[in-house]
């Protein structure tokens, strides 16, 4: 029965994910994810080598078929090229993670330069709505799909020294439920995963310093960041939701949003 019941709402089986940043962290534990509940993956992102490495892992340890491409999310020109050969080489995309993303120069805002403005929401913000304009073209054609977009508690709350990575998020929100609304007579799904802190090559250096540490114990009520693995029922959620949910923010931050 529990097998039925998961293969009925959950299994991935014959379906196609592109995941943009899918070669570490967050990005890796929602490839992995999506391939054990049996979905083909393709991962993206500047790394050739990195998601080459990676998709090799995954078709081995999941028997699913799985690609890694190089591809900058900031060109927008190099994200329709990409996703042209992904389409190509599976034939369809059904789920699209946008996970790609980064921290951008920490800074109050008085010492932002235009270059450290243009850089977070490029990645962040622009990078989202390239890869998600380019997959759900194809989406609209077989009037089905799903997009997860990794957004960030930052995308609702506010931290001093990340006025652009708080926009980019909030941006990636706001994204996320026009998407949503413009998108669902054609039968396509958009929600936003809002993670709060997890421990990734992106925040390593601050929560082992001292200040790091500090801080968790100050703002987030389970005194801890979370575990990759934490988000994985989540991501199998969102990839397989029914089509009454869309547009929706899930928050996964061990009650940091409610403190
Ligand atoms: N870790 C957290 O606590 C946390 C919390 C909330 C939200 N998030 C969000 O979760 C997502 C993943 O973060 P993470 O912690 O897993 O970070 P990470 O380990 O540093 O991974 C970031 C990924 O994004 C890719 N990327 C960066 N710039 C790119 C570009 N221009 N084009 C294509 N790919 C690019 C990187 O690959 P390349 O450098 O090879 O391109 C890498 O694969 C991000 O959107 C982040 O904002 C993270």
């Given at each position: 029965m529990a097998d039925e019941l998961f293969e009925k709402l959950f299994s991935l089986k014959g379906k196609t994910a592109v995941i943009t940043g899918?070669?570490?962290g967050i990005g890796l534990t929602i490839a992995r994810t999506l391939a054990e509940a049996g979905a083909d993956v393709a991962l993206a992102a500047r790394s050739l080598s990195g998601c080459l490495a990676q998709a090799d892992r995954i078709k081995r340890g999941y028997g699913v078929r799985s690609v890694g491409k190089s591809m900058d999310v900031c060109d927008s020109m190099s994200v329709d090229k990409v996703i042209r050969e992904i389409y190509d080489e599976f034939?369809?995309?059904?789920i699209l993670v946008n996970s790609a993303g980064t921290p951008g120069n920490e800074k109050p805002v008085l010492k932002m330069s235009d270059e450290d403005l243009d850089e977070v929401m490029s990645v962040n913000f622009r990078g989202t709505f390239f890869v998600s304009r380019a997959v759900a073209r194809f989406m609209v054609a077989r009037k089905s799909g799903k997009i997860i977009n990794v957004s960030s508690i930052l995308g609702k709350t506010s931290a001093r020294n990340m006025a652009g990575y708080c926009a980019s998020k909030a941006a990636v929100i706001q994204l996320t439920r026009v998407m949503a609304l413009e998108l669902m007579r054609d039968n396509i799904q958009v929600n936003a995963l809002c993670p709060g802190y997890f421990l990734t090559d992106l925040n390593r250096d601050f929560f082992e310093s001292d200040a790091g540490k500090g801080m968790v114990k100050k703002m987030i009520p389970m005194n801890r960041v979370g575990q990759l693995d934490e988000l994985k029922s989540t991501a199998l959620y969102l990839a397989t939701c029914?089509?009454?949910?869309?547009g929706a923010e899930v928050y996964i931050d061990g009650g940091h949003t409610i403190a």
């Open positions: 899918g070669y570490r034939g369809k995309i059904d029914p089509p009454f949910m869309t």
